[in-house]
T-cell receptor, first 114, second 113 residues
Framework: DAGVTQSPTHLIKTRGQQVTLRCSPK?????VSWYQQALGQGPQFIFQ???????QRGNFPDRFSGHQFPNYSSELNVNALLLGDSALYLCASSLDMGGEETQYFGPGTRLLVL | AQSVTQLGSHVSVSEGALVLLRCNYSSSVPPYLFWYVQYPNQGLQLLLK??????LVKGINGFEAEFKKSETSFHLTKPSAHMSDAAEYFCAVKETSYDKVIFGPGTSLSVIP
């Protein structure tokens, strides 16, 4: 059983560019959450997708957007990249169980903005 | 607003010694609480979680944590540290079923042979 997978593993972009990160959830999971983890810090919640809709959003600007597909996979898009967007981006999937679900994390995509 | 504090950004213990990683939270309602571990260049792995019921929660790799509502704490312990326990540990909280998960800043655990 494949766990959560993310692609690419590493990415280098320059300021002002746009980037798309991808996530495939664990088999049977229907909910995908995205987190940004800056170096030396804990993950910060970006948003969560359920039934192809954004259900929750953290304190991130509109430059951060996402999408969930019918097969539950998800994309995170970041426009107009800033140096401060350099971080490890983590995807977590879960099965909606009314709050007691466990989130399973992928290995992350490390983004470097130059 | 929810928040998580982890006392000690770095903790060192000798192999075989007790591991104690501290976590305090702020929440207006009884929360859901989690401990995650992150090994270098990897994602996060759930160690244990508290949702309801028994306040002493046992997790993987011999770790356990106790929810103490009066102290708003959820400290992580392991009786005997192993070299393989060296990693970054994150405490996390969420208030309601569909609320976002808030992570603490993390504690880096070193195990000295």
């Amino acid at each position: 059983d494949a766990g959560v997978t993310q692609s690419p593993t590493h990415l280098i972009k320059t300021r002002g560019q746009q980037v798309t990160l991808r996530c495939s959830p664990k088999s049977g999971h229907d909910t995908v959450s995205w987190y940004q983890q800056a170096l030396g810090q804990g993950p910060q919640f970006i948003f969560q997708y359920y039934e192809e809709e954004e259900r929750q959003r953290g304190n991130f600007p509109d430059r951060f957007s996402g999408h969930q597909f019918p097969n539950y996979s998800s994309e995170l898009n970041v426009n107009a990249l800033l140096l401060g967007d350099s971080a490890l981006y983590l995807c977590a999937s879960s099965l909606d169980m009314g709050g007691e679900e466990t989130q399973y994390f992928g290995p992350g995509t490390r983004l470097l903005v130059l | 607003a929810q928040s998580v504090t982890q006392l000690g950004s770095h903790v060192s213990v000798s192999e075989g010694a007790l591991v104690l990683l501290r976590c305090n939270y702020s929440s207006s309602v009884p929360p859901y609480l989690f401990w995650y571990v992150q090994y270098p260049n990897q994602g996060l792995q759930l160690l244990l979680k508290y949702t309801t019921g028994a306040t002493l929660v046992k997790g993987i790799n011999g770790f356990e944590a106790e929810f103490k509502k009066s102290e708003t704490s959820f400290h992580l312990t392991k009786p005997s540290a192993h070299m393989s326990d060296a990693a970054e540990y994150f405490c996390a909280v969420k208030e309601t079923s569909y609320d976002k998960v808030i992570f603490g800043p993390g504690t880096s655990l070193s195990v000295i042979p």
